[in-house]
C-alpha cells in the first residue's frame, strides 16, 4: 500500500520536473530580448546613430552630409588641396573621359600604397573581380550575377586611373558607386593594387 | 535521297549557326552582359533583343561597338540619340572582331532555349531555423513524457482503486477511508518526515539555484534573433557570397558603431538581382524603401527608412567601440558575434555583459607586433618586457573610465 503510494510520488514528481523544465524551456522567444532592468538604460531617450528621429523629414538621425561637404581629415596633410575639393567631374560619359585624360592619383605610389591597397581590395572588391582580378570571385561563381572584366583583359589592360576613380565613385555598368564605403585615399590605394593586377 | 540530301545539309547548316551562337553567347557574357540583357528589357544600357531592327545596319553596329566615342564625335545621327540613353558611357571594343560582333549579334538574335533556370532558386535555404527546430522537437518531446507519466498515474491509480476495493470485497473487511490524491500525499509525508525534509530542502534549493540563473539573465540579450522587416539572410550574402562583413558594415573599421548599411549598398548588386531564393517579395522591399521602379529603374522622390530591428544593444552607461577593437585591436568579427556567415536570421552570439568584456580583456595579449597604433608605447616601455604577455588589462584595459565615463 505504502510502496504504491511512494511508487505513485515519484511519477507525479517526474511529470512535474517534466512540466517545469516545459515552461522554461518556452520563455526563450526568439523576439524577445528578455527581461531588462531599468529599460531606459537600454533604450536611450536620447537619438543614438540609427535610431528614429522625429526632428528629420525622413525620421532618420543619421542624415547624410550636405551636398559638396568636406570630411575633416579626409585628405592627408600632404595631399594638394585641389584634391581636397569635391570630385568635379560630372557623373556622364564627358566626366569619364575627362577623368581618364586629367585625373592622376594625387598620392604617390609605393610599395606601402598598393600593400594597403590589397587589404581593402580583399575586403571590398574581391567578391565580384576575383583574386586576381580575373572577374572570377566568389560572388560570381554562384551564377547570381554576371562577371565583370578581367583587369588584364583587352577591355581594362590599359584602363588610365582616371577613369578607375571615376568609376568606383560613380560606378560603371553593373558596378554601383562605391563612394560611400571608401574615402578617396582608400579608393587611390585600391587603384593602385589594381595597377598590380592589370600587369599580370 | 534528294530529303535526305536537304536534311543532311540543313543539319550541317544548323551545326554551323550552332557553333557561332554558341561563341556568340560566351562572348556577350564576358564583354557585353556586364550592361545588357540579350532579352528587352534594360539594365544599365538598353536590351539588345531587337537590335538590329532598330539600328540603321550590322555594319553600323560593328562601328559602334567597336568605337562608340568616334561615332559620336563624327555627328552619327542615330549614335548622339542612343547616347542619351544613359549617362555611363558605353565602353569602346576595339579588340572586338567584326566576326565576334556578328556571333554576338546571331547570339542575340536567336538566343539558345533557357535551361534549368528555375532550379537554383528552389535550391537556396529558406529556412534559417535550424535552431528553433532542435528546441522545438525538444520540447515537444518533453510534453509528451510528461503526458504519457501523467496518463500513467491516473491508470494505476485507478488499478489500486480496484484492487483495494476487490481485496476489501474478498476479504469481508470495510475498505479502509478513501484518502484522494492530496490526502495520501499529506498522509505521506506526515508518515515520512525525514524524507519530507530533505524533499523540502532539495526543493528550496533548487529553486534559489534556479531564482538566481534567471537574475542573471535580465537585462542579457544572448540568442536574441528577432524578426527583422526584410529576411536578410547572413548565411546567402557572407556566406555562400562570400562578401566580406566590414564591405556592408563599412563603418566597423572607421567609428564607434558597425553600422547598419544604407540601401545604396544594398543597390550595388539588388540593382540587378531582383530575385531571391524567396521570391521577388523581400527584394522588392528595398525598392519600395527606395521609391524605386524596377522596370524603368528610376528613383523616387519620397525614399522611406527600413526599421531594422537593433540586435546588439549595449546600456547606455558602457562605451564601446568597433574601428578600437576591429582595427588596432585586430580582432576578428566572429570571435564576439559568432559565425554569422551561417546564420539565417541575424543572433546576438556573446552576452556583452562586463564579466564577458573584463574577462577578455584579461586573457587577450595585446597584438603589437606590426601593429603602428603600439609601436611608440612598445618603444616607450621596454619594462614591460619582463616575458608575459601584455594583456589589455596591462595596459590599462580594466580601468573604469575606459569604458564607464
Known amino acids: ?200 | 535521297m534528294r530529303i535526305a540530301s536537304i536534311l543532311f545539309s540543313s543539319l550541317l547548316l544548323l551545326a554551323a549557326f550552332g557553333a557561332t551562337a554558341q561563341d556568340g553567347e560566351k562572348l556577350f557574357k564576358q564583354n557585353c552582359a556586364t550592361c545588357h540583357l540579350a532579352s528587352d528589357k534594360a539594365l544599365i544600357g538598353p536590351g539588345l533583343a531587337g537590335i538590329e531592327d532598330r539600328a540603321p545596319s550590322r555594319e553600323w553596329i560593328v562601328g559602334w561597338v567597336q568605337n562608340p566615342d568616334g561615332m559620336i564625335a563624327s555627328g552619327d545621327a542615330y549614335a548622339n540619340t542612343i547616347k542619351e540613353f544613359s549617362p555611363t558611357a558605353m565602353t569602346a571594343f576595339g579588340y572586338l572582331e567584326e566576326g565576334d560582333i556578328h556571333a554576338i549579334l546571331d547570339y542575340i538574335a536567336h538566343p539558345p532555349a533557357p535551361k534549368e533556370v528555375a532550379v537554383e532558386a528552389a535550391a537556396g535555404p529558406v529556412e534559417g531555423e535550424s535552431g528553433s527546430l532542435d528546441e522545438n522537437t525538444l520540447r515537444n518531446v518533453l510534453l509528451a513524457i510528461a503526458g504519457l507519466l501523467l496518463v500513467l498515474v491516473v491508470i494505476l491509480s485507478s488499478v489500486r482503486k480496484s484492487l483495494t476495493s476487490l481485496l476489501s470485497e474478498k476479504t469481508g473487511e470495510t475498505a479502509p477511508e478513501e484518502l484522494g490524491a492530496w490526502g495520501s500525499i499529506t498522509n505521506w509525508l506526515n508518515m515520512n518526515r525525514g524524507w519530507t525534509g530533505v524533499i523540502l530542502l532539495v526543493a528550496t534549493l533548487a529553486f534559489l539555484r534556479w531564482g538566481v540563473i534567471e537574475l542573471m539573465e535580465i537585462g542579457v540579450y544572448q540568442g536574441y534573433k528577432p524578426e527583422q522587416p526584410i529576411a536578410f539572410s547572413h548565411k546567402i550574402h557572407a556566406g555562400q557570397n562570400g562578401i566580406n562583413c566590414v564591405y556592408c558594415h563599412t563603418s566597423a573599421e572607421k567609428g564607434k558603431t558597425a553600422g547598419i548599411p544604407s540601401l545604396n549598398v544594398c543597390m550595388n548588386c539588388h540593382s540587378y538581382v531582383s530575385e531571391g531564393p524567396s521570391g521577388t517579395v523581400e527584394i522588392a522591399k528595398i525598392y519600395a524603401a527606395l521609391d524605386y521602379n524596377p522596370e524603368t529603374k528610376v528613383y523616387g522622390d519620397s525614399p522611406k527608412a527600413i526599421e531594422w530591428v537593433r540586435v546588439h544593444n549595449l546600456p547606455d552607461l558602457a562605451y564601446f567601440n568597433h574601428s578600437q577593437h576591429v582595427v588596432v585591436g585586430k580582432i576578428e568579427c566572429q570571435k564576439c558575434h559568432g559565425a554569422v556567415e551561417e546564420m539565417g536570421v541575424a543572433e546576438q552570439h556573446s552576452p556583452l555583459t562586463m564579466g564577458w568584456c573584463v574577462d577578455c580583456h584579461r586573457t587577450t595579449s595585446v597584438q603589437v607586433a606590426n601593429n603602428e597604433y603600439y609601436e611608440d608605447l612598445h618603444e616607450r616601455t621596454p619594462a614591460w618586457h619582463d616575458g608575459n604577455p601584455v594583456t589589455v588589462e596591462r595596459i590599462g584595459g580594466l580601468e573604469c573610465a575606459k569604458c564607464h565615463y
Open chain 1, 1 to 200: 500500500m505504502n510502496k504504491a503510494l511512494k511508487y505513485n510520488i515519484s511519477l507525479v514528481g517526474a511529470a512535474m520536473f517534466c512540466m517545469v523544465m516545459l515552461i522554461s524551456s518556452c520563455t526563450t522567444d526568439p523576439n524577445s530580448p528578455g527581461v531588462e532592468y531599468m529599460p531606459d538604460m537600454y533604450r536611450s531617450p536620447s537619438y543614438e546613430t540609427y535610431s528614429a528621429n522625429p526632428v528629420f523629414k525622413d525620421s532618420m538621425t543619421a542624415q547624410l552630409p550636405v551636398a559638396g561637404t568636406i570630411t575633416r581629415g579626409e585628405w592627408p596633410a600632404t595631399a594638394s588641396i585641389v584634391n581636397a575639393l569635391p570630385y568635379a567631374y560630372p557623373n556622364n560619359l564627358d566626366g569619364y573621359i575627362a577623368a581618364g585624360e586629367e585625373v592622376k592619383s594625387p598620392i604617390q605610389k609605393t610599395e606601402t600604397t598598393s600593400a594597403e591597397g590589397k587589404a581593402i581590395y580583399e575586403k571590398m572588391c574581391m567578391h565580384c573581380h576575383g583574386k586576381e582580378g580575373q572577374g572570377d570571385g566568389q560572388l560570381i561563381e554562384t551564377g547570381k550575377f554576371p562577371p565583370p572584366p578581367a583587369y588584364n583583359g583587352p577591355a581594362l589592360k590599359e584602363l588610365p586611373e582616371g577613369k578607375m576613380f571615376h568609376t568606383i565613385t560613380y560606378g560603371k555598368g553593373l558596378m554601383g558607386s562605391h563612394a560611400s564605403q571608401l574615402t578617396k585615399e582608400e579608393r587611390w590605394k585600391v587603384i593602385h593594387y589594381i595597377q598590380e593586377l592589370q600587369k599580370l
